[in-house]
């Protein structure tokens, strides 16, 4: 999905950066079947895409705004299916995806309704009871990243909201505000974890699977 045009960082950083929050696949496994049908929104090089194909996953395909994070996937995995989007919408059918995986994909889109249209999307395109997988970030409590809350809080209009040094802008989240967010599905799995951010720092996050309610 299209994030406040961040289009370019992401291109300039392609080759670069690894997203190493781990999938946990041993959930997704207990939720869809190998010959279902899989989205990643955000897929960005493609890595949870090829850890499902390595585990026998058949119909895989990827979406991402990003070109260069596109053509990155496209050289080291040339057997999957990554498609350059707009980001603007999901560029397939209504209930065409048995499951759809958003990984660090909501910290990208501070902004409510833009959070809320790509929920929007994954459910239009899902099929009835599809399986929606998230990993993203919560609040921290640590004196680096209360700092740069408070200092962006009032540019952004939203806590948790925060601008790197080379001008990608983030977000950590409430655990209130994923609730919300994902109130058109039924809880199935949410753990609370840490995980490890691409530039090497340490952060609350999370993994979600939730059902689409009918």
Known sequence: MKIHNQEKYW???AEEKEFPTPFQIKYFEK????????????????????????????????????????????????YLNLIKTDGERIPFPDKEFDAVILLAVLTSSYKDDEQINIISEIS??????????????????????????????NKYGKYGVFKLPEGAIFRHHTEKHIME??????????????????NGHKSNGFYYIGKLKK
């Open 31 to 78: 939720c869809v079947s190998k010959e279902m049908n899989v989205l990643d929104v955000g897929c960005g090089y493609g890595r949870t895409l090829n850890e499902l194909y390595s585990h026998g996953f058949e119909n895989l395909t990827g979406i991402d705004y990003s070109q260069a994070m596109i053509n990155r996937g496209l050289r080291h995995y040339p």
């Open 124 to 153: 239009r395109v899902l099929k009835d009871d599809g399986i929606l997988y998230i990993n993203d970030y919560l609040i921290n409590q640590d004196e680096r990243n209360l700092k740069r809350y408070h200092k962006y809080k």
């Open 11 to 13: 291109d300039k950083v």
């Open 181 to 198: 967010l994902t109130k058109g599905f039924q809880e199935l799995v949410f753990e609370k974890t840490v995980y490890n951010t691409m």
